[in-house]
């Protein structure tokens, strides 16, 4: 009987450990307390034969300094450690410090959420600097000579003359479009982002660099209807499905037909509201079938390719989803405004 209590006892001695000092309470209480297990077997050993006493006697010694070993061994770590904190100056006991997580700027969330759109189009993702030539900028896109928008106003130019004439801060992102169809062959489908600089006044309306993501679609038998349904597409992603559509008849250098597109205000859904100045329909992008000049002016054979592209502001489509107001929030790094637009870093 007694033999078998210790031999169950024996075994959970030597499977416990903590290094929580409670525990290590509990099990000196447990074992070696006045009222505890060992005392209680000790008692028992009064009772038995005297034959049975020679041999269970070494068998429990043995027991009993086994379980004041493991007492003493796990205190004198568990002691160590305390000794630790104490001279580091740590109380343990106080709450831990939270930590703060990151947060994705609004433009990057809008950004990604308009490539992921369109990358189930099929559509990659392309690249180019932001100190550009006039050739990129301007002339393979098509602007005369004396287009306003070449003027000092808008422009930031940084040298004059040059191989590829003046070079400034890029003013649009479809000098991207222009460095793709130079270095490859079509088709094209690709969507370019990016930050473009014009020289405006800072206001809570302007800034002096805000950012786009471009479009451009150049294959065989590109027509305005693909044009049409690939952006309903997009608009229907972007801000749910029952957003209308209406594209009115715009002008731009590079594109010929050209339209700018509008969409059922996201705000009021159409009702009128300040956001869309009571029309009920927002501007959100320009958009247009690649003008041949264009396509010839980068090595494409106009009369077998044809294509469209569009442009919008990165800052317009967060405007619209977040209903930001002021501009200039987007590059103050206020990180009380930041915070608001938490989500998961990937
Ligand atoms: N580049 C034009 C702008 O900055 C937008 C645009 C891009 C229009 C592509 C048509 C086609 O306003």
């Known amino acids: 009987m007694l033999q078998e209590q210790i031999t169950q006892y024996s075994a959970e001695i030597n499977a416990f450990d903590t290094s929580n000092a409670e525990e290590l309470e509990q099990f000196r209480i447990r074992f070696l307390g006045t009222k505890g297990i060992i005392k209680d ?4 050993f ?7 006493k020679r ?3 070494k068998v429990l010694n043995e027991f009993k300094q086994v379980a004041e070993a493991k007492y003493s061994s796990i205190n004198e770590v568990l002691s160590i450690s305390a000794q630790h904190t104490e001279d580091l100056g740590l109380d343990l006991t106080l709450p831990g410090e939270g930590f703060e997580v990151g947060a994705r700027h609004p433009l990057a969330l809008v950004r990604r959420e308009i490539i992921d ?5 099929g559509f990659s993702v392309a690249e180019g600097p932001e100190i550009e030539d006039d050739w990129h900028n301007f002339s393979a896109l098509n602007f005369p000579e004396e287009h306003p928008a070449r003027d000092m106003q808008d422009t930031f130019f940084l040298k004059k003359g040059g191989e590829n004439g003046d070079i400034a801060l890029r003013t649009h992102t479809s000098s991207v479009q222009v460095r793709m169809m130079e270095g490859g062959k079509p088709p094209f489908r690709a969507l370019m982002p990016g930050r473009v600089y014009r020289n405006e006044a800072i206001s809570a309306r302007a800034h002096c660099f805000f950012h ?8 065989e038998n590109v027509s305005f209807a693909d044009l049409k349904q690939t952006l309903f597409y997009f608009v229907q992603e972007l801000y749910g499905e029952g957003t209308k559509v209406r594209f009115r008849p715009s002008y731009f250098p590079f ?8 969409i059922s205000c996201t705000i009021c859904k159409g009702e009128g509201c300040q956001m869309c100045k009571y029309s009920g329909w927002v ?8 003008d041949p000049n264009v396509l010839e002016n980068c090595g494409i054979d106009s009369k077998k390719y044809s294509g469209f592209a ?16 002021d501009l200039r929030l987007f590059s103050e790094n206020d990180v009380r405004f930041l915070k608001q637009y938490k989500t998961v870093l990937i």
């Open 46 to 52: 009064k009772a038995v034969s005297p034959e049975e």
């Open 117 to 121: 759109i369109f990358n189930k189009l």
């Open 55 to 57: 041999v269970l006697g």
């Open 255 to 262: 594109t010929e037909p050209s339209a700018e597109m509008d």
């Open 212 to 219: 786009q993501v471009e479009g451009l679609y150049v294959d």
């Open 283 to 290: 501007e959100i992008l320009g958009c247009g079938m690649v």
């Open 310 to 325: 569009f442009g919008m502001g990165i800052e317009r489509i967060a405007n619209l989803k977040f209903e930001i107001k």
């Open 41 to 44: 077997i000790f008692d028992q």
